[in-house]
């Protein structure tokens, strides 16, 4: 059973341009969040989606952020001109459909770094 | 805003010793999570807690959740090299809608 995936890896931008972060949930999971993590800091929650609805946006700067969950496809978290404080580890989470919706399953991360 | 206090920040010690951490609140949660996250990787989750008094155990791992359920601790019996890492609690706050607020983690180093 393949966990959460998150593509890139690694990802490097010049200031200006426009970051997409991808993430597949776990098989059976249709809640999705992203966080991010500064730092020196701990994960700050930035926006929770189920398909095709944000639920929580409460975390996201109010501009250049935006996040989406297709009905078909990954979830997308895109950074429009990005700044230096862009750079950081950010991670989506999923956790199943039923149940223990509490219990969130993180990926790997992308590191965002701005140069 | 809820917040979560975790400690120590740092914890050096020699492998077969044991130790107990702690995650801190003024507020209460519904669920509070333990993750370890190695370095360039993302948080593993360990156990969830829900119930006040709730105590978990993962192998030597024990887990106690506040009878109030504002706090949680962490126990390691006989630390191995292998359990060293980032210790990240996390809650769901009472009343919100699965958003956890995360404390900034306890760094624990064992030594061989």
């Known amino acids: 059973n393949a966990g959460v995936m998150q593509n890139p890896r690694h990802l490097v931008r010049r200031r200006g341009q426009e970051a997409r972060l991808r993430c597949s949930p776990m098989k059976g999971h249709s809640h999705v969040y992203w966080y991010r993590q500064l730092p020196e800091e701990g994960l700050k929650f930035m926006v929770y989606?189920?398909?095709?609805?944000?639920?929580?946006e409460s975390g996201m700067p109010k501009e250049r952020f935006s996040a989406e969950f297709p009905k078909e496809g990954p979830s997308i978290l895109r950074i429009q001109q990005v700044v230096r404080g862009d750079s950081a580890a950010y991670f989506c989470?999923?956790?199943?459909?039923?149940?223990?919706?509490?219990?969130?399953?993180f990926g790997p991360g992308t590191r965002l770094t701005v140069t | 805003t809820q917040l979560l206090e975790q400690s120590p920040q740092f914890l050096s010690i020699q492998e077969g010793e044991n130790l107990t951490v702690y995650c801190n609140s003024s507020?209460?949660?519904?669920?509070l999570q333990w993750y370890r996250q190695e370095p360039g990787e993302g948080p593993v989750l360990l156990v969830t807690v829900v119930t006040g008094g709730e105590v978990k155990k993962l192998k030597r791992l024990t887990f106690q959740f506040g009878d109030a359920r504002k706090d949680s601790s962490l126990h390691i019996t006989a630390a191995q090299p292998g359990d060293t890492g980032l210790y990240l609690c996390a809650g769901e706050p009472a009343g919100a809608n699965s958003k956890l607020t995360f404390g900034k983690g306890i760094t624990l180093s064992v030594r061989p």
């Open positions: 989606l189920q398909k095709e609805n944000i639920i929580d």
């Open positions: 989470a999923s956790s199943p459909t039923t149940g223990a919706s509490y219990e969130q399953y």
């Open positions: 507020s209460v949660f519904s669920s």
